[in-house]
């Protein structure tokens, strides 16, 4: 532009009006935001809807677990996310904070459970190895109390069975836990129904209580009469019929188990309740066995070693175990000046019979001592026996001995006292030391010094013989010889004569034959005498023609 154009222009201009433009609705650039606060208030609310309960769950540790990642599922089915982790106040648990949904208001219920899934090796397997890839997650047994709180305690291991699942538990009682664990399987039939869910000693230390859970359909075999027992490791029996080796299953050798059966003579009753108690046998054979009744306790006093019984061993009647000895011990009779064995055993008497049985029912604690004292009058004694003569093991043997000597007892006496009598093994060895004291008498140097003179004087009499034989040899064989020819002489002419062909033999022939015929002649005349006896006196008379 031209420095004249520039002149031209006026140094001041006067200022522009600015007129607002009439609009009454807002523009179209504040819809955006209006439109983006407004999805965020309802999101915002949806969220605050949705939310569930929120609750703490207590662990000993954070393993696995991450803030905003872990999620809660139920069944497969993810029902919250952990929020926060943070540590007790104490430092001895991790609190984990757990959103729950809003459909998930049920698993806060009093009795849920929670436990961390990880991958885990133990008696019931493997499991959880699907978070080696996806991550631990919080696991959830859902509970059905009524009552709602928001805190709870973590299991550390996963519950063996969740309420989900159809059956009934029962609650055994035995001595002690053997090998059994937590997941250890329930075989009934050798068919796996059930598992161990949990144990705990009892308040006053003799015993363990055990809580087993039987799956559905097979927890209606389980009835008032049903017996369990372990089922762990081998049974070996060796009797009568062999060797014979019992086993419920390869898994119960190396974790452990629990059988049960109904004895077969026992009648049908129903169902058991939920919890109801039972008594562990430690083998099938204690668990199938008839009642015992109630136990009388009785001592014996040995005179002889005890090697070889243990507490334990059984107490036999004629074959049939009627109880067991309890302890063993040493007792010294002051008044004898000796040492006893007094041994104590717990006997059965309902194992002896139901008639038995039954006539000690009805009587009283005298009249008991007397029948008892009547069976000791009649013989009855206590013996041990060897139960193997592998290992040497003892057993302590009732029966009745009428030749047994008489004895006198304390009647009074608590526990009762049951005579012995020494063994036969024992009786061989009072006889064998009594042998050998008698052998010890024995002058056996005498005798050998006798019996090397008697060698002497016989091998001088052997030496004398042989010389008597030499001179046997020397003179009286040869004319034995020469004697021996004369007599084969003789026999040879006799042979000569005897011949048939010899003449002495044709002479006497000859003979023989001229007496035949005298013979016969002389038979003719006699005939003809007794027919005519008056030839004797006549003589001879012609017969007429």
Excluded: C
């Amino acid at each position: 532009m031209s420095e004249n154009h520039l002149s031209t222009i006026p140094d001041t201009l006067p200022e522009p009006q600015r007129t607002p433009p009439r609009r009454w609705l807002p523009g179209l650039v504040w819809l955006i935001p209006l439109i983006a606060a407004a999805v965020g208030l309802s999101l915002a609310a949806h969220a605050i809807l949705s939310r569930g309960p929120e609750i703490t769950l207590s662990f000993l540790s954070a393993e696995g677990l991450e803030a905003g990642k872990t999620r809660v599922k139920f069944k497969d089915v993810d029902i919250g996310t952990v929020q926060r982790i943070a540590l007790s106040q104490d430092s001895r648990k991790v609190l984990v904070t757990v959103q729950l949904a809003r459909e998930a208001e049920q698993f806060a219920a009093a009795d849920s459970r929670f436990w961390v899934v990880r991958p885990r090796i133990d008696v019931g397997g493997v499991s959880g190895l699907n978070t080696l890839f996806s991550g631990a997650y919080i696991g959830v047994d859902a509970g059905h109390s009524t009552l709602r709180k928001t805190e709870f305690t973590g299991l550390e291991t996963p519950p063996s069975v969740t309420r989900d699942r159809s059956g009934r538990q029962f609650v055994l009682h035995a001595s002690d836990l053997g090998s059994l664990d937590i997941g250890s399987p329930v075989y009934y039939r050798r068919v796996r129904v059930g598992q161990v869910v949990g144990y705990n000693l009892d308040e006053n230390g003799k015993g363990v209580t055990l809580h087993a859970f039987i799956n559905a359909p097979y927890d209606r075999f389980v009835d008032g009469n049903t017996r369990f027992w372990h089922a762990s490791g081998f049974d070996l029996k060796v009797d009568s019929n062999g060797v014979r080796l019992n086993t419920q299953a390869l898994a119960t050798v190396m974790l452990g188990g629990i059988a049960f059966q109904t004895p077969e003579d026992q009648g049908s009753t129903p169902p058991a309740l939920e919890n109801t108690d039972f008594a562990l046998a430690a083998d099938q054979d204690s668990a199938l066995k008839a009642p015992d009744g109630s136990a009388a306790v009785a001592v014996l006093n040995f005179s002889q070693s005890l090697r070889g019984l243990v507490p334990g061993a059984p107490v036999d009647f004629r074959g049939v175990v009627i109880g067991q000895v309890l302890s063993l011990g040493v007792d010294y009779d002051a008044k004898r000046q000796e040492f006893r064995m007094p041994v104590v055993i717990q006997l059965y008497p309902d194992r002896l019979g139901s008639r038995f049985h039954d006539a000690q029912s009805h009587e009283s604690e005298s009249l008991k001592r007397q029948h008892f004292m009547a069976l000791v009058a009649r013989g009855l004694r206590a013996q041990l026996r060897t139960g193997n003569l592998l290992t040497g093991q003892l057993y302590v043997a009732i029966d009745f001995f009428p030749k047994a000597p008489p004895v006198k007892l304390d009647e009074s006496r608590v526990p009762i006292e049951l005579p012995t009598i020494p063994n036969s093994l024992d009786e061989i060895q009072v006889q064998l030391a009594d042998i050998t004291s008698k052998l010890s008498k024995v002058p056996f140097d005498k005798i050998g010094r006798d019996l090397h003179t008697t060698l002497n004087s016989l091998d001088a009499t052997l030496k004398r013989s042989e010389t008597l034989v030499g001179h046997l040899n020397d003179d009286v064989a040869p004319q034995m010889v020469a004697a021996m020819k004369d007599a084969r002489s003789t026999l040879a002419n006799a042979n000569r004569l005897l011949s048939g062909d010899a003449p002495l033999q044709q002479d006497a022939r000859r003979t023989l034959q001229d007496l035949s015929r005298a013979a016969v002649s002389l038979r003719v005349l006699t005939d003809y005498l007794e027919r005519h006896p008056e030839a004797l006196i006549r003589g001879k008379q012609e017969e007429k023609p």
